[in-house]
């Protein structure tokens, strides 16, 4: 039976870890949002000399979001890999609006969200690593979300191996491919993928 | 590109970056010969190398200043500002201030000199807020007092509370000594050290607590050592007062806060049950030198906080008795109602950890006790027949020694499996971690009988002890007694009074019916259809011949429960027979440990009664402590009530008692993938498959951890594996039906589904995998159906129905209809 799109997060990871797929399409927007509201109150609020920590980030969302006494403990990898979804989205989307807004867009003043990038450099390289870890997911997608969990949603090697199953020396190799075929993808200096 | 060209553009890098310079040019001219574009890509790739290892290491963040430059927490400019002193250099009118002694998250802290009472004091300044805002000011004066009214050797005295020139401040007793924190920084504690401290904060928290007083910021920071071991507790009630409350769970928080509750962390209310919590991380990190929940990246792991689910004590300390890890379990149970009600219950069960007794449930694994493995005698008879005496001799032997409290035994299973090693006694005494180890020989001939039998330290191969026995068969007791009375006084075990007795308790029994018995043990042991036919004739003659010999009911009765609980025999028929022999051999003898645990194997298994299981099982350990079968199935029961960490300890206990026992480790696998340690349970299940890779149980359990940790495909696979290795079809099926099912491949669950069920009339496949199958399928109101059925015929699985199904098939779990599953089974109190 579907869950509809109104169902709570802890319904939906419950639904996800066992298997529902479509579960995950809608969890993601959830997440994003909290995410991204959590995001901007901290960069706000937090006083200067604080680093805003993106796992202490998920660690929060996943508190706000999560009924924890109706899940598992493991439902803990797949709210990681949610979350890690979720904090590309907004980083990306950020950087994407600032590319906008550059070219001419609508909107004339800086956005919440671009506060959240350090560099307009930084942003435009962003896009392009998105664009590049879409293609690196259609031929290996593990990689694809070894750099997800890595680089977005801050985990370490052995958080990352947890998360996937896999073993943390399969991550390190993974991590290593995949930066290497990024960096050629996003400096442009080899063959289309 | 496509998929698998990927795949080998891969392998051709990796292996290039596996070799270096000229050689790595001939292997690419070799690996990509004819092949131009592969050759490119490889390359490509290999030209980023001096840029990988930096790309995407920062985060994609802007990141701050590190955490260490920033201003102390709560802190502002006027905390740090020195305090303001009159013309005579005093502050108050009475504190002459000697030094900073640090500052923290509360504030700033000095060694000042009353000079009314000419005394040292510490004198506290906490954040201006307290003194600017009203209702935060009269809130601290409020905690102040409560904490004031504290007068306890464990907590730190507090004398006075005030403001002074916009600056509100605490008095407290100067204390000439560091903060456990400090301490912990200098190296993690001996276990004696740790205990001493955790008393006295326990005892601290105690009398705090029954004053109505809660610490809710206990940490090693806020415990003083007044000496080595004298604790005192510092800073009560402060984490309460608005404005100095360190903000929890907040990104980028510059505190860690590691010792915070599960209540804490989620915002709800708390109260004196989070101090217990946080002490239970104190221990933790006394004991280990690390919070138990840092990751390494030294983030809070809230995940763990939230799910108390710390990574094992013992796992960074293995040499911490079984008893302390139990008790820092039962503190960090992220369930209040689970964790110790009352800090003085802690503190009972400190002391009987200190005591070397047993804290509530679990009994100590003690390493300072005297050890000793009893080998099977070797069978020197001329015709090589006795090889049951000689076995039987030893097992004898470790039957009363393990009966005796102050000496550890390693158990039968794991003292023989070395036998047909060919280890020398230096090699035996590290395999199974004992220092000493008595081996023997037999010799028989009609009623003549020798024996001898020799005492020896592992560590230099010395004969402590050594004797040759000629007698008569009818003299067998006598010397077991001798020989047990000899190992005991060269071990120099201290003996209780009533097992000075029970040494001695031996009924005299014709010799045969005892050779009888002997073989029946022999066979029993060497669990296999032919060999369990064979032991029960040997009983059965045994009790034929002498009916009052209550061992040989009792070997009857452990026959028919193995036989129902591996569904071998009928359960319907088997466990009532158990029974039966079980109370013929308690009217004998109503101290037959081995009666009584069969009568709690019963009880769990077959009667669902979860208080007789209990009173059974702990009957068998209190007159057996080294009954590491006993032990094991206590796991089981605890598993039933939900008490995840005491079944872990309960399980590592019973390994150490007999650590080459495949059964036990397949309990370990199932215990612990249970308990939601899959990780656990996949490293016991890779010993358990190398100590007997054809012991198909653990193949089912490691599958259920695979499940458990969504590893679907490795859960599938090591059940095919166990099904080479002698997994029984059914126990294979209900994990491939709920894994297939889970894929999607929905065809394939079906078919496996129907297999199942059509088996189930023929032989005894347990209904409730059926019901997990048809849950994974959608279909609820099969598997309701199938759980009655379960219930009706008493289907083993039925006793942690509870927990599998949150596993396997957590919907099901959470459908209305369940609550009646749990009804009937009287599983309602640990129900989720």
């Not at chain 2, 794991?414 to 035996?428: P, Q």
């Not at chain 2, 645990?597 to 769990?604: C, R, V």
């Not at chain 2, 166990?722 to 039906?737: H, S, Y």
Request: charged residues 25%.
């Amino acid at each position: 039976m579907p869950l509809p799109a109104s169902a709570d997060v802890t319904s939906l990871l419950v639904a996800w870890s066992e298997g529902d797929e479509t579960a995950l399409a809608l969890l993601v927007p959830k997440v994003y949002a909290e995410l991204h509201r959590l995001a901007h109150h901290h960069m706000r609020a937090e006083s200067p000399g604080r680093t805003l920590q993106t796992t202490a980030l998920v660690n929060e969302a996943y508190l706000r979001l999560v009924d924890t006494r109706r899940v598992r403990w493991q439902s803990r990898a797949h709210f990681l890999g949610v979350a890690a979804q979720a904090m590309r989205r907004i980083l990306v989307d950020a950087a994407r609006a600032r590319g906008a807004r550059k070219r001419g867009g609508t909107s004339p003043r800086v956005s919440l969200d671009e506060s959240l990038l350090p560099a307009p450099e930084r942003g435009a390289s962003l896009v392009a690593l998105d664009d590049a870890l879409t293609t690196l997911a259609s031929v290996d997608p593990r990689k694809s979300q070894v750099v997800e969990l890595r680089y977005f949603a801050g985990l370490s090697v052995a958080e990352t191996a947890a998360v996937l199953g896999v073993s943390a020396e399969t991550v390190q190799r993974d991590w290593r491919v995949a930066k290497a075929w990024l960096l050629r993808e996003v400096a442009g200096g080899g063959p289309p993928g | 590109m496509t998929a698998e060209r990927w795949r080998q553009i891969e392998r051709v890098y990796l292996a290039a970056l596996a070799v270096d310079g000229a050689r790595r040019a001939a292997m690419l001219d070799e690996a990509c010969a004819g092949d131009a574009d592969l050759r490119r890509d490889v390359d490509t790739l290999l030209a980023q190398e001096p840029r990988v290892d930096r790309f995407l290491e920062s985060r994609p963040w802007p990141a701050g200043p590190a955490p260490s430059q920033a201003v102390a927490e709560g802190g502002d400019e006027t905390v740090l500002a020195p305090p303001p002193v009159d013309g005579a250099g005093l502050f108050a009118g009475r504190y002459r201030i000697v030094r900073m002694l640090g500052q923290g998250g509360m504030g700033v802290v000095y060694q000042a000199e009353d000079v009314r009472l000419r005394r040292f004091v510490a004198l506290k300044f906490l954040s201006s807020a307290i003194a600017a805002n009203p209702q935060a000011r009269s809130r601290f004066l409020r905690e102040a007092q409560a904490a004031a009214s504290l007068d306890d050797p464990y907590v730190c005295t507090l004398y006075e509370a005030g403001e002074e020139g916009g600056r509100a401040y605490l008095v407290m007793a100067f204390i000439d000594g560091p903060t456990l924190k400090e301490r912990i920084a200098r190296g993690r504690l001996a276990t004696d050290e740790t205990l001493s401290i955790a008393r006295d904060i326990a005892s601290g928290l105690a009398s705090a607590h029954a004053r109505g007083v809660v610490h809710r910021d206990i940490k090693p920071g806020n415990v003083l050592l007044a000496a080595p071991r004298l604790a005192k507790i510092t800073d009560f009630g402060l984490a309460h007062v608005e404005g100095v409350t360190r903000s929890t769970g907040t990104a980028g928080a510059a505190g860690t806060p590691a010792y915070m509750s599960p209540e804490q962390a989620q915002g709800l209310p708390t109260d004196h049950r989070t101090d217990i919590w946080s002490l239970g991380c104190v221990i933790y990190e006394m004991l280990t030198g690390r919070s138990p929940f840092a990751t390494p990246s030294g983030q809070v792991d809230v995940f763990a906080i939230v799910h108390g689910s710390a990574p094992a004590l013992t796992a960074f300390r293995p040499d911490v008795p079984a008893a302390l890890a139990a008790v820092v379990d039962r503190c960090l149970r992220a369930d209040l109602r689970a964790r110790y009600q009352r800090a003085s219950d802690l503190l009972a069960d400190l002391e009987r950890v200190g005591a070397g007794d047993t804290p509530s449930a679990a009994r100590a694994v003690r390493e300072d006790l005297p050890s000793i493995a009893v080998l099977p005698f070797a069978d020197m008879s001329p015709d090589r027949t006795q090889d049951y005496f000689a076995e039987g001799m030893a097992e004898e032997i470790i039957h009363a020694l393990a009966r005796i409290e102050g000496l550890r035994v390693v158990a039968r299973t794991s003292s023989f499996a070395v036998k047909s090693k060919g280890l020398d006694v230096r090699e035996i005494g590290r395999v199974l971690n004992v220092a000493n180890v008595l081996e023997g020989s037999v010799w028989s001939a009609g009623s003549r009988l020798r024996i001898t039998a020799q005492l020896i330290t592992v560590d230099d191969g010395f004969h402590l002890w050594s004797e040759r026995f000629d007698r008569e068969a009818g003299d067998v007791f006598a010397i077991q007694d001798e020989i047990t009375a000899a190992i005991v006084e060269r071990l120099a075990v201290a003996l209780h009074l009533r097992e000075r007795a029970a040494l001695r308790k031996h009924r005299p029994v014709d010799p045969e019916v005892y050779a009888l018995y002997l073989k029946g043990r022999y066979f029993q042991s060497r669990v296999s259809a032919e060999t369990v036919e064979r032991a029960f004739r040997c009983y059965g003659e045994a009790v034929a011949k002498d009916p009052t010999f209550a061992p040989a009911h009792a070997g009857i009765a452990g026959l028919w429960g193995d036989l129902a609980a591996f569904n071998l025999a009928p359960p319907g028929e088997a466990w009532p027979k158990a029974r039966e022999a079980a109370e013929r051999a308690l009217a004998l003898d109503p101290d037959s440990s081995e009666a009584h645990h069969t009568i709690g194997h019963i009880a769990l298994w077959y009667e669902w009664d979860w208080t007789a299981a209990e009173a059974g099982i702990a009957r068998a350990l209190t007159l057996n402590p080294g009954d590491a079968l006993a032990r094991g199935r206590y796991g089981w029961f605890l598993l039933n009530r939900r008490r995840f960490d005491e079944c872990g300890a309960a399980i590592r206990q019973a390994l150490a008692s007999d650590p080459l026992s495949p059964v036990l480790y397949g309990f370990a696998v199932g215990l612990h993938a249970a308990c939601g340690r899959g990780d656990e349970a996949l490293s016991d299940f890779r010993r358990a498959v190398d100590l007997a890779p054809g012991f198909g149980l653990p193949y089912f359990h490691a599958a259920i951890a695979y499940t458990s940790l969504g590893r679907l495909d490795e859960a599938a696979d090591v059940v095919e594996s166990g099904l080479r290795q002698g997994l029984t079809v059914f126990w294979a099926d209900c994990i491939l039906g709920i894994v297939r099912a889970k894929q999607g491949r929905r065809d394939e669950a079906a078919a496996i589904l129907a297999r199942m069920i059509e088996q189930h009339r023929r032989a005894s496949v347990s209904c409730a995998s059926i019901a997990w199958v048809a849950a994974n399928l959608g279909d609820f109101d099969m598997a309701f159906s199938w759980l009655d059925r379960g219930y009706e015929e008493r289907d083993g699985l039925m006793d942690w129905v509870h927990v599998y199904t949150d596993i396997f098939a957590p919907a099901l779990a959470r459908d209305p209809r369940f609550r009646a599953v749990l009804e009937r089974m009287r599983l309602t109190d640990v129900a989720a």
